[in-house]
């Protein structure tokens, strides 16, 4: 197994060199805060024909219904799996990954950089109360599946962003402005991208789950603090996917409105999925014939859990800019 990987491309995500996946772990259920909030289905313009190239062209997107996790997992439920499952992250197989330094604006391969210790050996730990970062799609998948669940598709990402038809079409998660009576409700990157981060919104890195990016449907950090892997491959919407790398959603503490604004309803980068990135976690999607309610996990036991392996489907048709 490689146990370097080659940093190659930033724009808001990073794309690494190919590396060998892990192999599959028993599922277990690990501790959690909230149940998943149900999503109706509907149907609804996905893209934006003002945002970046590779959010158009706006086409309609039918969503079946399904389960959606409040808020990104967190660094205490993170923690309790591997317990539990003595699953190895991606970043400690490897030895490092990719922090990105406030004082050079750069990404650095950090080695011992990785879910307890985003920002490398003899830095801050991670709090147990903000999401998980330092993790890999792969690692993200095994999670998902430890607890009856899956990553959301990206088409299921941005209508529950939208609000699942019940909003309109915002700008934001949380509507079309990112300050109420001069608070921020978003934790992105203030200042000028990528030599200067005023803080002004109240953090410089990853912020406390459910502190921004709070949506009218109750679901939290949608936008900003963390990118979210989902299950998609990256591509055109009008043409073949990559392959190669996974879409992300939700743009992160790292996004400015001027560099890539990916903390739009419609914002999009996308990654290889054995990166770990200081600024990316997830969250869990579930399908409403098969999801399996999440239980707290005894000390004394791990419950494994029986999946269906069925996915919930989205099916898109292009249609004309809205």
């Not at 893209?47 to 706006?58: I, L």
């Not at 997992?73 to 799996?81: I, N, R």
């Not at 210790?117 to 147990?128: D, I, L, T, V």
């Amino acid at each position: 197994m490689l146990n370097t990987r080659t940093l190659v491309t930033f724009l808001g995500g990073l794309a690494l060199i190919p590396c060998a996946i892990p192999d599959a772990i028993p599922s277990v259920i690990p501790s959690v805060s909230a149940e998943p909030l149900l999503i109706p289905g509907g149907t609804f313009s996905m893209g934006s024909n003002k945002g970046m190239a590779d959010e158009r062209p706006v086409h309609e997107v039918s969503v079946a219904s399904f389960k959606l996790d409040i808020s990104p997992v967190s660094v205490g439920a993170f923690d309790a799996w591997l317990t539990h499952s003595h699953y190895e992250t991606q970043a400690e197989t490897f030895g490092n990954s990719a922090v990105f330094d406030m004082d050079s604006g750069r990404w650095n391969m950090v080695t011992g950089a990785n879910w307890q210790y985003p920002m490398g050996p003899g830095q801050e730990k991670a709090p147990n109360d903000h999401p998980v970062t330092q993790v890999s799609w792969h690692d993200a998948t095994q999670y998902c599946e430890a607890v009856g669940g899956r990553l959301p598709q990206e088409a299921e990402f941005e209508y529950a962003a939208k609000g699942a038809g019940q909003y309109g079409n915002p700008v934001y998660a949380f509507g079309d402005e990112i300050k109420k009576d001069g608070d921020f409700l978003v934790n992105v990157y203030n200042g000028q991208f990528p030599f200067k981060n005023t803080g002004a919104d109240g953090y410089l890195y990853t912020a406390p789950i459910g502190k921004t990016g709070i949506t009218p449907l109750g679901l939290t950090d949608m936008a900003g603090n963390v990118w979210e892997w989902t299950a998609d491959w990256y591509g055109p919407y009008n043409g073949t996917p990559t392959k190669t790398e996974k879409t992300l959603r939700g743009g992160s503490f790292l996004c400015d409105q001027e560099v890539c604004h990916g903390y739009r309803t419609t914002g999009r980068t996308h990654s290889t999925p054995e990166s770990s990135l200081v600024h990316t976690g997830f969250r869990c999607a579930y399908d409403v014939i098969s999801s399996i309610p999440k239980t707290t996990m005894t000390t004394t036991v791990a419950k494994t859990v029986a999946t269906t392996g069925a996915t919930t489907g989205a099916t898109t048709t292009e249609g004309p800019a809205t």
